[in-house]
């Protein structure tokens, strides 16, 4: 590795996080005088967004942090090499959990693991974005739809990607313990059947409980 591949490594990561770093929920939220730590389930992501300031903006936090792991991976893949684009794109999911802005905090990383994947491997992405359309539908249950589907990333990662660079299988990996050290406290409430659904089904869901109830 020579001094010039090691520069655009370290530029890659630097940016990367940097740019992950930018929290839009946190910002819209301080624009409109919400403290997101102390809002909803606390997290400073889109789905707490949506639940704590409407769903167009919920949707609009979604799009930001997708192309906060989206843009660095295609802009350095094409200055440098695909590998550097994913230290870049590792990099903004980092940014995006542990951001400066935010003291060290941040959001879980799905949707920004999302953006990077779709610029590295769509059908690896779209893959996992399937899990986790599914577990969502079938459970309602955000949080254990993006554990699910982190933890089939090295899955598909191995069986559809077959690339011989060995950091695609370090990252898929690292991804997948990061998925699940982020959701502990939402696993914990998993278990105690506290955690919070999403309403998406909502009128179904009326239908079952006013049959339930004629029952």
Known sequence: ???????WI???AA?????????PAAIIAKARGIDLNSSGSGNPGATNAARVMGRKTG???LIFDVL?????VL??????????????????ILGHMTSPFLKGKGGK?????AG????LQPIVALCCVGVFLLVLFLTRYVSLSSILAGLALPVFVLWIWRDDVIVYRVFAIAVAVLVVLTHKKNIVRLLKGVESQVPILKYRDRRKSRRRNEL
């Open 15 to 23: 940016v990367g996080y940097l740019l992950g770093a930018i929290n």
């Open 1 to 7: 590795m020579n001094g010039v591949e090691v520069g």
């Open 59 to 61: 949707i609009l936090v």
């Open 68 to 72: 906060k792991g989206l843009v660095p």
């Open 75 to 92: 802009v350095f893949s094409a200055l440098a090499t695909p590998p550097v684009g994913g230290i870049a794109g590792f990099a903004a």
């Open 10 to 12: 370290v530029t890659a």
């Open 116 to 119: 990077m994947l779709f610029a």
């Open 109 to 113: 990383g799905v949707a920004t693991l």
